[in-house]
């Protein structure tokens, strides 16, 4: 069993003044090392979830508990620079240069010259940051792709216990933003580390999480892999969510695992082959090139993995 996390205890939150709630009965578990998002429309209490984990918020009821702790047990401040948070216009300091941004919080803990000096590099090399050229620019005389950047290694600077990221790439073009996903795949790949991502976006969700949060009036709708998601959601709310993008995109975003079954020896024989880490739209592709009903998932070690059948890339589709 992983460890939790984040635990969510029958939260509520209702702002003053207002009659509704903002964030109703959530109870739910982060695993360890879990890279999940939250998806939902806008005002559905994505930023409140995330806010009230920071202490931004208070809860109007419940408990949230960061590996097995009561937050409201900590001490803010010291609780805080353990929690990365990048949020949608990058957050920086505008009067702090890059690389005085990204030390923030080990000049707070008061690390020495030399060891933030290093680190600093470290993190910008890991987010694509020439150093020379960037360290001394401020946030103003950044592309907003950049100051994203920045934002994240700033976030990761001491190895938070968590990470939580609000629309981080909403306000950026379609290309940035695609390459920054597979930048922020790449980093969660190699950090390993627990990751809340909020977006509204179906595609992005999908894309970047091993589970989704979906939301709807400040309730949790479904929280389940984008697979789940996708072919078995919970409710009405839900499924209009996910077939409101684009359906090649959804493609796109799913590794081929998704639809791996068992294959037989004939249908191993007949089918043409697939890299095993490629994406279900190149299976589709490979189907209606070569007008095939099946093709076979080829795994690293070159062994076969087992089948795709059309039937059930339809059944994604419909
Ligand atoms: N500081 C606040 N004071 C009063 N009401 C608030 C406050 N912050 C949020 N709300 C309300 O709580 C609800 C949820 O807001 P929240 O910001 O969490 O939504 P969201 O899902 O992040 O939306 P978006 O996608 O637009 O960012 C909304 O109805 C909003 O108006
Ligand atoms: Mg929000």
């Known amino acids: 069993m992983a460890n939790i996390a984040l635990e969510y205890k029958n939260v509520y939150k209702k702002f003053e003044g207002s009659d509704r709630y903002a964030v109703s009965d959530v109870s739910l578990q982060i695993e360890e090392n879990d890279f999940v998002t939250i998806l939902g429309t806008s005002g559905s209490g994505k930023t409140t979830l995330l806010k009230m984990v920071n202490r931004i918020y208070e809860l109007t009821s419940g408990t949230i508990e960061l590996f097995g702790e009561n937050i409201m047990d900590l001490d803010v401040n010291e609780y805080r620079r353990h929690i990365g948070y990048v949020i949608q216009q990058g957050g920086l300091f505008p009067h702090k240069t890059v690389e005085d941004n990204?030390?923030?919080?080990?000049?707070?803990?008061?690390?020495?010259?030399?060891?933030?000096?290093?680190?600093?590099?470290?993190?910008?090399?890991?987010?694509?940051?020439?150093?020379?050229?960037?360290?001394?620019?401020?946030p103003n005389s950044l592309s907003g792709g950049?100051?994203?950047?920045?934002?994240?290694?700033?976030?990761?600077?001491?190895?938070?216990?968590?990470?939580?990221?609000?629309?981080p790439f909403g306000a950026i073009d379609a290309i940035t933003r695609s390459k920054l996903q597979q930048e922020l795949l790449r980093l969660y790949e190699n950090v390993q580390n627990t990751i809340l991502f909020v977006t509204h976006d179906v595609f992005e969700a999908i894309l970047l999480g091993k589970k989704i949060i979906v939301m709807d009036d400040g309730k949790v709708q479904q929280y389940d892999t984008p697979y789940n998601i996708l072919l078995h959601p919970a409710n009405e709310f839900v499924s209009r969510l996910v077939r409101s993008g684009d359906q090649f995109d959804k493609l796109r975003a799913l590794s081929l695992e998704y639809l791996t079954e068992p294959a037989n020896?004939?249908?191993i024989h007949d089918g043409i082959r697939i890299d095993g880490?490629?994406?279900?739209?190149?299976?589709?592709?490979?189907?209606?090139?070569?007008?095939?009903?099946?093709?076979?998932?080829?795994?690293?070690?070159?062994?076969?993995?087992?089948?795709?059948?059309?039937?059930?890339?339809?059944?994604?589709?419909?």
């Open 102 to 138: 990204i030390a923030t919080v080990p000049k707070l803990l008061k690390w020495d010259e030399k060891m933030i000096k290093e680190r600093t590099k470290e993190l910008m090399e890991l987010v694509q940051l020439d150093y020379e050229t960037y360290r001394k620019r401020y």
């Open 265 to 267: 020896e004939e249908e």
């Open 146 to 167: 950049e100051q994203q950047r920045v934002g994240i290694a700033r976030a990761l600077a001491v190895k938070p216990r968590l990470m939580l990221m609000d629309e």
């Open 277 to 318: 880490l490629k994406h279900l739209n190149e299976a589709l592709l490979l189907m209606l090139q070569n007008d095939a009903s099946h093709v076979i998932v080829i795994g690293d070690d070159g062994n076969v993995k087992g089948k795709i059948e059309m039937s059930a890339l339809k059944q994604l589709l419909q």
